[in-house]
């Protein structure tokens, strides 16, 4: 059974950045996984920002999140990040990192497979 941890929030001011981890324990990730994260903030519903490919390493990102965040990840380490720049209040949320064994969920959060916990992002001065 796959688990995943998250972390790296905090409290930045705007304009600051954030560097979130979550690590996969239990299991490697398949060829075939596509990692991603997502955020929820209070009183909305949880919204997808980045997805990376876990083999080739392709990349997608929701709107909001061109140019100020990157994902990444680290096959050693079984890791998966997301960094996070320009950061503005509206970024404020719980930011969750998601697996998908299957590698074709993209931006639908039903269909992955694994959830980290969640680590808070608060920005503001």
């Known amino acids: 059974q796959v688990q995943l941890v998250d972390s790296g929030g905090g409290l930045v001011q705007p304009g600051g950045s954030l560097r979130l981890s979550c690590v996969a324990s239990?299991?490697?990730?398949?060829?075939?996984?596509?990692a991603a994260w997502f955020r929820q903030a209070p009183g909305k519903e949880r919204e997808f920002v980045a997805a990376?490919?876990?083999?080739?390493?392709?990349?997608y990102y929701n709107e909001f999140a061109k140019g100020r965040f990157i994902i990444s990840r680290d096959n050693a380490k079984n890791t998966v990040y997301l960094q996070m720049n320009s950061l503005k209040p509206e970024d404020t949320a719980i930011y969750y990192c998601?697996?998908?064994?299957?590698?074709?969920?993209?931006?639908?959060?039903?269909?992955?497979?694994?959830w980290g916990q969640g680590t808070q992002v608060t920005v503001s001065s």
């Open positions: 239990g299991a490697t990730f398949s060829a075939d996984t596509m």
């Open positions: 998601a697996a998908d064994r299957g590698g074709q969920a993209g931006t639908d959060l039903s269909r992955y497979d694994y």
């Open positions: 990376i490919k876990w083999s080739a390493g392709g990349t």
